[in-house]
């Protein structure tokens, strides 16, 4: 009985883990190379970041971070809206372990809870690109046209009994 | 599908106009400096007049920027320093994609100048001392922007120096059309690719007193090095002179540089 009880344990303590790899922001509005510039200038001042690549092309910024840093999403989305532009689209590449996913379902993953939106229901294991829906995250037309996934609040608010909530889709 | 897959289509269209301001701000916390140069002839004196703006430019915040200014002429005895301006603009509303933007902006400024009050026309841009407000609005589609900008002015006494045109000649409408075109570069690679930028504005003012106006057309051409420097070189030629200017006609050659997370 131990032994089982222990393999649970063991089974959810990996379950909620989950590593960010890497982040691909796409901002919109932009004007020029100096647009542009002033978001990867912001980027940088993150103290979790390691590195920024950025795409003048498609207006997007490839970003590495620090092994062990706290990686915060908000911080990164309000870097964009200090440069005056607004994120168009936000990829986080993670390496899932053993995670199940389910269609409009709160999963804790980390610090953060995961709000699966759009989804089948399924088992997410190695590297996966999740997208984050929240307000700010995407442009606000598409934010409007994804409140028909779920009729739960913390669409709106972004937040549970306190607890910042993402809502994300793969 | 939710994840949609953007098309690599570049965004990017020219919005920093040299006549007038944009919706968009700068970002918060750059700093930006500006050398403004301007050369023009004066119909009553016949000589050659310039005027250098320095102009300091800070981000506030994401919806706040401030400029500072300082007015310097030949026009009286020698080189001088006549006044200086504060300029604010608050972003209000904005709808962006990935291709496009609408954006609009109130903005303030305020203005002082000692120099004689020589001309009908109000200038708070290093004429007259006196106060302004308007909105400006700017649609960005692509590699093509077009602002338009709409503001009243008050002209108050320069100092001592009496404004000359009666009470009613003080207020006045600024109204502007802009419009800019990316030429340069085909396809962005890099931050250290050079920017051409061809612009045309329409610069225009009525009078509150009588309704005599201006509209002068501004075309320039505009260059930004290594994303941060910029060079505007542009000429300002008068088509409606209904209101009295002693230069109308200006060319303006402008220096500037930006800082990124200044502090």
């Known amino acids: ?170 | 599908m939710l994840l949609l897959i953007f098309s690599s289509q570049l965004v990017t269209a020219q919005e920093l106009f040299v006549y007038t301001e944009p919706a968009s701000n700068m970002a918060t916390k750059s700093i930006g400096f500006r050398l403004n140069n301007f050369f023009m002839d004066d119909l009553h004196s016949k000589k050659t007049g310039y005027m250098l703006i320095p102009e300091i430019m800070w981000g506030a915040s994401k919806r706040i920027m401030v400029h500072a200014d300082a007015f310097l002429s030949n026009r009286n005895n020698g080189f001088v320093a006549e006044g200086g301006s504060i300029y604010t603009k608050y972003r209000f509303y904005s709808v962006d994609d990935v291709h496009s933007h609408f954006r609009m902006a109130a903005y303030g400024r305020y203005s002082f100048n000692n120099t004689y009050v020589h001309q009908n026309a109000i200038d708070l841009y290093g004429h007259n001392t006196g106060y302004e407000g308007g909105v400006v609005a700017t649609k960005l589609i692509n590699k093509v922007a077009v602002s338009v900008s709409g503001s009243y002015l008050h002209a108050q006494d320069n100092g001592s120096e009496k404004f000359l045109y009666g009470n009613k000649s003080r207020n006045a409408v600024n109204y502007t059309l802009s419009v800019g075109k990316l030429m340069l570069p085909k396809e962005y690679t890099s931050f250290n690719q050079t920017n051409m930028n061809l612009m045309v504005e329409m610069l225009g003012q009525t009078n509150l007193n009588k309704g005599y106006s201006y509209l002068d057309i501004a075309p320039s051409v505009q260059f930004i090095f290594l994303s941060r420097m910029r060079i505007d070189v542009g000429y300002r030629y008068p088509l409606i002179t209904k209101l009295h200017r002693t230069s109308p006609e200006s060319f303006l050659l402008r220096l500037e540089y930006n800082i990124f997370n200044a502090y």
């Open chain 1, 1 to 170: 009985m131990k032994k089982i009880f222990f393999v649970f344990t063991l089974f959810f303590a990996f379950a909620t883990q989950a590593q960010v790899k890497d982040i691909t922001i796409q901002a919109s509005g932009l004007t020029c190379s100096m647009c542009s510039n002033s978001i990867f200038k912001a980027l940088q001042t993150l103290d979790f970041v390691e590195k920024v690549d950025a795409n003048i092309k498609n207006s997007s910024f490839g970003i590495s971070f620090k092994p062990g840093a706290d990686i915060d999403f908000d911080q990164l989305k309000a870097k964009v809206e200090d440069a005056g532009f607004f994120v168009a689209s936000f990829r986080v590449t993670m390496n899932f372990d053993k995670l199940t996913v389910n269609n409009d379902a709160h999963v804790n993953v980390g610090k953060n809870v995961f709000h699966f939106l759009g989804v089948k229901d399924q088992y997410l294991n190695g590297d996966k690109v999740i997208r984050i829906l929240d307000k700010g995250f995407v442009s606000s037309k598409e934010f409007k046209k994804n409140s028909k996934l779920t009729k739960m609040e913390c669409y709106g608010s972004g937040e549970e009994a306190g607890k910042r909530v993402f809502h994300v889709t793969i």
